[in-house]
């Protein structure tokens, strides 16, 4: 059974730092490229930042150059690193698959806020 546990969210102030991480099981974890991704209400979910199997990245522009994403292997976790957070990235973050091909987890909250 495939599951996705995001954890790391939290309340910061603009400026501030978090970091995100998934576990995942279930499936081959290191055949796949990982992505994260963030939803706010009555808006579509946006991948983030993705990274391959060779670790190669990818960014959404609006956050590149203040997130980074990276992933373990062994330990099937992938980590997404943020920092100089704004108001603007407040929203439930979620990992899965690039092409999201798992039932998604139940995200973690990120809010940012003074």
């Known amino acids: 059974q495939v599951q996705l546990v995001e954890s790391g969210g939290g309340l910061v102030q603009p400026g501030g730092s978090l970091r995100l991480s998934c576990a995942a099981s279930g499936f081959a974890f290191d055949w796949y490229v990982m992505a994260w991704y963030r939803q706010v209400p009555g808006k579509q979910r946006e991948l983030v930042a993705r990274?391959?199997?060779?670790?190669?990245?990818t960014y959404a522009d609006s956050v590149r150059g203040r997130f980074t994403i990276s992933r373990d292997n062994i330990k099937n976790t992938v980590n997404l690193q943020m920092n100089s957070l704004q108001a603007e990235d407040t929203a439930l973050y979620f990992c899965?698959?690039?092409?999201?091909?798992?039932?998604w987890g139940q995200g973690t909250q990120v809010t940012v806020s003074s």
């Open positions: 990274i391959t199997r060779g670790r190669t990245t």
């Open positions: 899965n698959t690039d092409t999201p091909i798992w039932t």
